[in-house]
């Protein structure tokens, strides 16, 4: 006979999860900082929300859906006039507050991406406790907690995080659909829905449970309330990204060419020479072997399968799960540009997923509570340590950063300076302070660069050489003895250590913190040279 858990242990043990999660994602919590591109896709966030002026809220970006960028604008300017009625001093503007000095921002939206992050990390409990039981909910709170992706990605201001906090509290109402079918059930769960869809375009896949939901019930209510829902989730999605309508032409042509052609007939436009395979097999094969871990993914995956089988007899909580996770991975399916993040909404539904099959086997094979409990920890062992071992990291310097000072330190503002590409991800943060700066072309040669070097002789030019794996900031391997015979090398930062394993990178983000491999590397960043050319 199984014995239930009781409320008070499940909440004590879910308090546990939240605290070590929340450690795992406040440590490094500064990284990169002042330099607002070290996680790209961050400073978009800020810089387009601190572009909007009081006749001007056309956010002429719309690779994102708008909610975040109206939200970000009201962030900050409660934030300046709290700082000044605290201090007493003159209001300051958001964009000239964030020209000054962007660090408060970062770091202030981080943390409520954080906050984000551990409020799916509850949802996700409370959606396990009700559809399966409060273990399913405990295991997936802690499978959640200690992955990779989203450990990592939580600390960012990353619009995957909030998108998986609606996307898994509409599942939550969805089953409330189910369970009772209330107005405010459908109402609750259309909002959520068509927050999720405003959050990220891919996230309107939340819809699908709610769909289920519904058709699951043994007598289904009126439509009208299904349509209800759908009608507000709609609505939502519509009034918060306003100029999807408003300025129809533009959005249309950047959704596609930004998103369709890329995602699925071109691949990512930066790495025209990056060829990978679509993500029906590279998301199974690395985004969720390094985003869950693979221990984490093969329980999963069996969890996938059981639920299917569960589904087909009539288990309503697996259905309402599969029905986000295989419309989900359908459309990542026919990705080109397999970005590992892509996946984080996936991520808390097959840890759900996972969570019941390791309860449903300890049910079926009398398997003790302890020994549950250590199995779950040792299948979270491989993701939490990377964890652990990239939050170390993310604490020390960047090379960029480092690279930075010492420019501010010993080039003249009037400095001229050369890089060896047009790709600024690598570059160091003051780069943008040297108005007198060129880059070669995208795919230079070696001899081409060895002539750009030939005819900056005697003039007083600086030559910034980034180099690294990824390929932003890949240059043909002659360059550095060209330089060393050319040039002379005034500082140099190499952030690589032998070592047995490479560091492992995903090869689509311009992040240059590894998944893996860390014992390859002393600090984030690129190997940054800065050469006199004599």
């Known amino acids: ?39 790209p896709d961050e400073d978009r966030l800020l810089s387009t929300a601190a572009r909007f002026t009081a006749g001007d809220l056309n956010p002429r970006y719309f690779i994102w859906p708008s909610l975040f960028f109206y939200l970000a604008r009201g962030g900050m300017e409660a934030g300046e006039t709290a700082r000044a009625l605290l201090r007493g001093s003159e209001r300051i503007s958001p964009p000239a507050a964030l020209a000054a000095d962007p660090a408060p921002y970062y770091r202030a939206f981080r943390m409520t991406f954080v906050v984000f992050s551990l409020l799916t990390i509850i949802a996700l409990y409370r959606l396990g406790a009700s559809a399966f039981s409060p273990e399913a909910g405990l295991l997936a709170a802690l499978f959640l907690g200690l992955s990779f992706l989203h450990g990592r990605d939580s600390r960012f201001a990353m619009l995957d995080i909030p998108a998986a906090l609606f996307t898994v509290t509409a599942a939550g109402r969805s089953w409330s659909v189910f369970r009772r079918g209330r107005r405010a059930d459908y109402l609750w769960a259309g909002l959520l829905c068509g927050l999720a869809a405003a959050t990220k375009y891919y996230a309107a896949a939340a819809v699908f ?32 990204s306003p100029y999807l309508w408003l300025d129809f032409r533009s959005a249309t042509r950047e959704i596609a060419g930004g998103i369709l052609a890329p995602q699925f007939v071109s691949g990512f436009h930066l790495l025209p020479g990056l060829t990978t395979p679509r993500g029906w097999f590279y998301h199974p094969w690395f985004s969720l072997r390094y985003g869950l871990g693979l221990p984490l ?34 459309l990542l399916a026919f990705q080109k540009s397999c970005f590992l993040r892509y996946t984080t909404l996936l991520v808390p539904f097959l840890c759900l997923l996972a969570g019941r099959a390791l309860t449903a086997a300890q049910a079926r094979w009398k398997i003790s509570g302890s020994l549950v409990a250590l199995l ?10 990377r964890l652990v071992r990239l939050d170390a990291l993310l604490s020390r310097r960047d090379t960029r950063v480092l690279a930075s000072e010492w420019m501010v330190e010993n080039l003249p503002p009037g400095s001229p300076l050369l890089f060896a590409h047009p790709l600024i991800f690598g570059r160091p943060l003051a780069a943008s302070l040297y108005p007198n700066r060129v880059a070669l072309p995208e795919g ?3 001899e081409e660069m060895a002539a750009a070097i030939a005819r900056l002789r005697h003039q007083g030019w600086f030559f910034i050489l980034d180099e690294h794996p990824l390929s932003y900031s890949r240059v043909p391997p002659e360059v550095r003895g060209i330089l060393e015979r050319e040039a002379q090398a005034v500082f140099t930062v190499d952030p690589f250590l032998p070592s047995v394993r490479a560091p492992v990178y995903d090869p689509f983000d311009a992040f240059y913190v590894p998944l893996d491999g860390f014992e ?10 800065i050469y006199w050319i004599k």
């Open 297 to 330: 993914e093969i329980l999963a995956l069996a969890g996938a399968a059981y639920g299917i089988v569960r589904a087909l007899n009539g288990d309503v909580g697996a259905r309402l799960l599969l029905w986000f996770a295989i419309p989900f991975f359908a």
């Open 1 to 39: 006979m199984r014995i239930a858990m009781k409320p008070r242990t499940a909440a004590i043990l879910l308090f546990i999860i939240l605290v070590l999660s929340a450690a795992l994602r406040l440590w490094g919590i500064g990284y990169g900082l002042p330099c607002s591109y070290c996680r």
């Open 209 to 240: 449970p709610l769909f289920a939901a519904h058709f699951s019930r043994p007598r289904p209510r009126s439509f009208r309330r299904l349509l209800a829902a759908a009608a507000l989730a709609a609505l939502v999605f519509a009034a918060s």
């Open 376 to 385: 779950a920890l040792a299948i979270s062992a491989e993701p939490a340590s």
């Open 444 to 446: 230079a040669k070696a």
């Open 520 to 529: 390859g590397v002393s600090r984030p960043g690129p190997n940054i040279r």
